[in-house]
Nanobody, 124 residues
Framework: EVQLQASGGGLVQPGGSLKLSCAAS????????IGWFRQAPGKEREWVLC????????YYASSVDGRFSISRDSAKNTVYLQMNALKPEGTAVYYC?????????????????WGQGTLVTVSS
């Protein structure tokens, strides 16, 4: 059974940094793309970043304009989301998701495999 456990959310001031983790189990980690989505209060869920299987190519939504980065540690079956220069509009529940079909499919949000989400609040 595919399982994803997101963690690391919390309260951070505008301009601050936060690192989220997504621990994966139940599937061959290196055969799946893994990405992050977020859903702000009153808004639809949006895709943020994705890292592919194999060569680990990364894809970014324009909304994070280089302030966010994604990485994966195959030894720990974990993906990380490093968020820098956070803005108040970054307040959202952040979800990790995975799909064996790659990032092009994953970022459409049609995957069946989602973690439970972790709340990030950017506020002074």
């Amino acid at each position: 059974e595919v399982q994803l456990q997101a963690s690391g959310g919390g309260l951070v001031q505008p301009g601050g940094s936060l690192k989220l983790s997504c621990a994966a189990s139940g599937f061959t980690f290196d055969d799946y793309a893994i990405g992050w989505f977020r859903q702000a209060p009153g808004k639809e869920r949006e895709w943020v970043l994705c890292i592919s299987f194999g060569h680990g190519k990364t894809y970014y939504a324009s909304s994070v304009d280089g302030r966010f980065s994604i990485s994966r540690d195959s030894a720990k079956n974990t993906v990380y989301l490093q968020m820098n220069a956070l803005k108040p509009e970054g307040t959202a529940v952040y979800y990790c998701a995975t799909d064996p079909r790659g990032c092009i499919v994953l970022r459409s949000g049609t995957t069946d495999y989602w973690g439970q989400g972790t709340l990030v609040t950017v506020s002074s």
